[in-house]
Structure formats: structure tokens, C-alpha cells
């Protein structure tokens, strides 16, 4: 069962809305009425038509062990520099009989694998796995992809339990196994990771996470908790590889200051979330408290969770979490923080005095993510009225619960409504979701997604809203800079309001978004402003720009 809140951000607490004279619309009323004036938005699932048929595996015939229970990632790539998003998709696999987990496993006449599904254009996508070379002999969670090399086409790096694969970009629709040659060795078990330039050399470095020792025999556990759990396992050091500008790594976990810290990483990002135009790095662990690793500027960086508010859930807890994500939902040109987790999830606002303040509880969005376990989750402008938007999806956290998924549309003044039920039959509809990845697949303006559903057929999310406002999508393409634009920051003005987004390679939950920043800009025909402030240090400025298209922005040589 939903429970339906409005959620005012930052702006009228709860108690507030309870005691307000009954001679005045209490604010949530007002709130409410305020979001009828705003275009519905609306999802339906498009597997089927789309052709993408997509069913995620964990390897045995019950779930059995926290391995399989992770679930897996996505990443929406334009691979073949064609300008429509193909999507990628990781999966599990029977293990070897030595290992395996669990004894019920049951092994298909074709093994599990992973996917890449090439966009066609025209709503319709084409499987090339055969043909990639991206169908990995090992038990895959997370995907991020970067043109680590700067060769104009974009990489692949997948992580899963006992392996690590660097795949380059042939150019060609092939991708080549070069994680020997580049010096990426990372053992373990690798979950999410984040491309960044840390150095703002011009190359992309590497951020591994790595989640726990699991151990594939351990069984010491109690029946209600179905398998041994996070905290059963020791937890494991992540890692940092800096790129050598030469298609080679050099690993600098412990040089970097990065080792010094254990934890059980689930989710990573990177972004500049201080305005000092150097990226940080922030972990999201399962159990254990979360980690800031903020950029020091020599190669180094210092861990600063507890003292920003980031490290710990509402109470002082270690929480189970999942997926973070940067975003600037105030329009106050600094990145605010989002993080599913296991219990209330957490809206953390930028305070913009290097640390953060969580507003979850007051705003009413713990309250109606309690009764979910929260995983992939994106912020967009769904229906492109110039204001941010959140979507998660659920799922049981040890059993194959299925929940349904939560959709909150901002209505402005930093407030938001959960408007889940408003979103169509695909939201409603209950599965167990993992890793969702977010992009507008059909390049129509509206910004889509997929959904992994643990153990089952996965969810072409497709924006299908009407009534939308004006956008604008902006792709990068550096020169000094990384090619990809990654760490990039762009800035948007319309009608004299400020809307800012920094390229990222890495978030939410074991995915990776649309390499192309888009924003949604209301009843607005043009963009009075778009500023590009470039890795580099460059600052890039144009005018007076056409709306409803897809701009390509290179960096000045």
C-alpha cells in the first residue's frame, strides 16, 4: 500500500501544515493545489516494443547468498557515435560447482550473460552481443563507461565478483579485452565505480568500489535472515587508479590516501560538490557509515563524512545504501545529495559550508520511503518544467519481495509530491528492483529508463508524458580537457533562473546515466545562457540558444 505525501523541502515542516489556522489553506493544500498546474507525468513499460528483452539471472534456482542478492547494473552508451543511447546490461550466471553458494542451483541450457542492445532509432533496439565481444566469462553487478583513452569512442569497465574487465572501444562494434595491458588488477569482490579526473590532466582516472570478502561456503546464519548478511563478511578496501595519458593505469590506492579506509561499498559517484572545481568522491556503504573522500588538489584526498553529515542515516546509524546521486534540486548552483538505502533513504542539502544538512524527515520524504527498500534511482525533469524530479525503484532487500516504485515531481519553491500513482501502471506494478539506468532512449525530449528486476525480466521505463515544456540536451566534447567532458559543470539561464548539472560517470545503484545533460525549461523558446565551465579551468559562454534539440558543446582548442 503507497502512502501519499507531499514533500516540502526545506521550506514548511509538517507541524506546521497541522497548525495552520483554518481560516487560510493549510500549505500542504496549497501544495497540492499548486501541483494540478503542472503536466502529469506519465510512464509505460516498452520492453516488447522496444525489443528489449532483457531477463536478469542470479545464478541458482533460489536466492541463496548475498552475492546474489546484489542484483546488477546498467549503462546507456552511444558506442557507435550514432547519437541514440544503446544500453548495456550486466548480469549473474551459475558459479562453479566448487563455490557455489547455494546447492539448488539449477543450470540453463544457455547460460546467463550480459547484454548490449544497440539502438536502431525509431524506439527499437537490435541485440549485438554476439558481435561486441562484451560477453564476459564471470558474474557481473555494475557497469560505468568512459573514453578513457580520448579516442572518440567510448569504453567499457565492468566489475563483478573475482573479476574486473576493462573493455576498449574498437571503433568498430567490437570491444577488446585490455585490463591486463591498461594495469587494472583488482581482485575481490568489485561493485560500483566512477570515472572522474581527479588530477584535471585530461585523462580520466578510475574509482573501483569493492563491496565485502565474501566467502561462498560461509553458511553460519539464522533462518528468518535467509543467508549471511553484509556484516557477516569482513568489509574490503576500494580502489584508485590514475590514468597515464597513455592507455595504461598506475594503481593509487594507497598514495592517494583512498586505502586507508575499509568499508562495504555499494554505490559511488563523483562530483565537485564544494564549487572548488575539483571532483570528490563519495561512497555509499551497506552497514558500515559512508565515506567523503574530498579532493585535496595533490593527488590526494581526505575522508570528511562525519564532519559534512554525510556518513551517517537520520539517527546515527549505519544504513543500507544503495544509490547517490549529486544534483542541484534548489536551482542554488551548488549540488545537493540523494541516497537510497534500507530504510528512509536521505535528502541531504547542500549547506554550501563544506558540509550537508538532512532534510528527509521534514520534508516528508523518509516517511513515504519507509515502508521500501530503495535502489536505483535517478533526478531528472521528467515532464521538462524546469524542475527536478526523483524517481526510485524497490525491492526486497533479502527475499524476492516485489514493491512498487515512487515517482516525487517538483511543484516549485523546492517543494515536492509524490505522484507515483499519477505515473501509470508500470510504477505500480511490483518488482524486485536492483540497478536502473536513466536516458532519453528515443531522443523525443522526455528522459526514460531502465529498471533490472532481480531474478526476472527487466523494465523499459518509457516517458510518455504529455503537456511537457521546452528542453535542451547538451553533449561535451573536450579538446585540453577529457574528452567526454567528465567533471564538466554547465549552467543553464532561462528567464533570469539558474539551472546547473556536472557530467558525471557513475550513479546511482551499480549504473550509469546519459552521457548528454539535460535540462527542462517550461514554457521558455529559448536559452538565454548556457555556460560551460570546462575541467581545464576554460569558462565557455553561449547565447540566445534554440530549444527542443540536443547541442553539442566543444571545448575551444
Known sequence: ????????????????????????????????????????????????????????????????SLLEGTGA?????????SGLPSLYVVNGRPLDDSIHPYPLK??????????????????????????????????????????????????????????????????????????????????????????????????????????????????????ADNYPGPLDYEGETNRLYHNNCDGTFTDVTAKSGIGAYVGRTMGVTAADFDNDGWDDIYVANDRTENFLFHNKHDGTFEEIGNDTGTAFGQNGESTSSMGPVFADLEGRGVLDLWVTDGHYNRLLRNTQKLGFEDVGAETGVSQTNAQYVSWGTGIYDFDNDGLQDILIFHGGLIHLIPQEHTLFRGIGNGKFADVSLEAGPVLSERTTARGACFADYDNDGKVDAFEVNLGAKGTLVHNVSTDTGHWIAIKLKGSKSNRDGIGARVEVVVAGKRQTAERV?????????????????????????????????????????????????????
Request: glycine share 10%; hydrophobic share 35%; aromatic share 10%.
Open 73 to 81: 547494473g546498467c549503462v546507456w552508451l552511444d558506442y557507435n557515435n
Open 1 to 64: 500500500m503507497r502512502i501519499g505525501l507531499v514533500l516540502l523541502f526545506g521550506a514548511v515542516s509538517m507541524a506546521a501544515a497541522q497548525n495552520a489556522p483554518p481560516a487560510k489553506a493549510p500549505p500542504l493544500a496549497q501544495a497540492a493545489s499548486q501541483a494540478t498546474h503542472h503536466p502529469s507525468i506519465r510512464f509505460e513499460d516498452a520492453g516488447d516494443q522496444a525489443r528489449v528483452n532483457f531477463t536478469h539471472s542470479f545464478g541458482s534456482r533460489q536466492l541463496g
Open 505 to 557: 560517470a557513475g550513479s546511482g545503484y551499480l549504473s550509469q546515466n546519459d552521457e548528454r545533460l539535460h535540462f527542462g525549461l517550461g514554457a521558455a523558446t529559448k536559452v538565454d545562457k548556457l555556460i560551460v565551465h570546462w575541467p581545464s579551468g576554460r569558462e565557455q559562454t553561449l547565447e540566445q540558444l534554440a530549444v527542443d534539440r540536443i547541442l553539442t558543446v566543444e571545448e575551444p582548442k
Open 106 to 223: 539449477e543450470k540453463p541450457a544457455t547460460p546467463p550473460h550480459n547484454h548490449l542492445y544497440r539502438n536502431d532509432g525509431n524506439g527499437r533496439f537490435t541485440d549485438v552481443t554476439e558481435k561486441s565481444g562484451l560477453d564476459p566469462d564471470m558474474y557481473s553487478i555494475a557497469v560505468t563507461a568512459a573514453d578513457y583513452d580520448n579516442d572518440g569512442f567510448v569504453d567499457l569497465l565492468v566489475t563483478g565478483y573475482g573479476k574486473t574487465i576493462l573493455y576498449r572501444n574498437d571503433g568498430n562494434g567490437h570491444f577488446t579485452d585490455v585490463t591486463a595491458k591498461a594495469g587494472i588488477k583488482v581482485d575481490g569482490w568489485a561493485i560500483s565505480s566512477t570515472w572522474l579526473d581527479y588530477d584535471k590532466d585530461g585523462c580520466v582516472d578510475l574509482f573501483v568500489g569493492r563491496y565485502v570478502k565474501f566467502d561462498p561456503k560461509y553458511r553460519a546464519y539464522y533462518a
